[in-house]
């Protein structure tokens, strides 16, 4: 049972647009900063968003976040089927005094 | 541009213990808190701990206190985990990864993975 609650499958064509949800509570998103990370096949996690909503160099604008209260979410515009992977969002939890994930998202790119 | 580069995939029995390194290259290293994330097979990303090196401060998860001990290296860059008392139920990827002291909690970059398999 993760602390972060996500959809566990997401999906939709190639070219259109796909949010993801990530819901906590007070003690970690409430009062933390957000990250996302996308999981390729086979692949180490990846940093796409860090800061609720800020992009590292190299990351296309098609990937965005957003924080809302105790939830966050990440968008990604233009859908490339290269976009198939898991995604996670992450926080620190204050209670647990520690890092915490969600339990990840499968995007399909139908 | 920090690379993280892990030991390679290991077989262990049920009781013992296993160690993973972590070599940081091309950066900073002491001034970061390196972190330990693992994924069992077909699972969610599950952290365990963390160190800053600069420091030689560790802090551990509740879930595993007691049974997973993370150490660093400056002169060479190098994070280990040491995981004892395995059990089937830790055969998992594990990752290392770089993050903030403090502040914001983000990781980047990851460290490519060492899958630990632990069968009788």
């Known amino acids: 049972q993760s602390v972060l609650t996500q959809p566990p499958s997401v999906s939709a064509a190639p070219g259109q647009k796909v949010t993801i949800s990530c819901s906590g509570s007070?003690?970690?998103?409430?009062?933390?900063?957000v990250s996302w990370y996308q999981q390729l096949p086979g692949t180490a996690p990846k940093l796409l968003i860090y800061?609720?909503?800020k992009r590292p160099s190299g990351i296309p604008d098609r990937f965005s976040g957003s924080k809302s209260g105790t939830s966050a979410t990440l968008g990604i515009t233009g859908l490339q089927t290269g976009d198939e992977a898991d995604y996670y969002c992450?926080?620190?939890?204050?209670?647990?005094?520690?890092?915490?994930f969600g339990g990840g998202t499968k995007l399909t790119v139908l | 541009q920090v690379q993280l580069v892990q030991s390679g995939a290991e077989v262990k029995k049920p009781g013992s213990s296993v160690k993973v390194s972590c070599k940081a290259s091309?950066?900073?290293?002491?001034?970061?808190?390196i972190s330990w994330v693992r994924q069992a097979p077909g699972q969610g990303l599950e952290w365990m701990g963390r160190?800053?090196?600069?420091?030689?401060?560790?802090n551990y998860a509740q879930k595993f206190q007691g049974r997973v001990t993370i150490t660093a290296d400056k002169s060479t860059s190098t994070a280990y985990m040491e995981l004892s008392s395995l059990r089937s139920e830790d055969t998992a990827v594990y990752y290392c990864?770089?993050?903030?002291?403090?502040?914001?909690?983000?990781?980047?970059?990851w460290g490519q993975g060492t899958l630990v398999t632990v069968s009788s």
């Open positions: 160190i800053i090196p600069i420091l030689g401060i560790a």
């Open positions: 990864a770089r993050g903030t002291v403090a502040g914001t909690p983000w990781f980047d970059p």
């Open positions: 800061d609720n909503n």
């Open positions: 007070s003690s970690n998103i409430g009062n933390n900063y």
């Open positions: 992450g926080t620190w939890d204050s209670s647990l005094s520690a890092r915490v």
């Open positions: 091309g950066g900073t290293f002491s001034s970061y808190a």
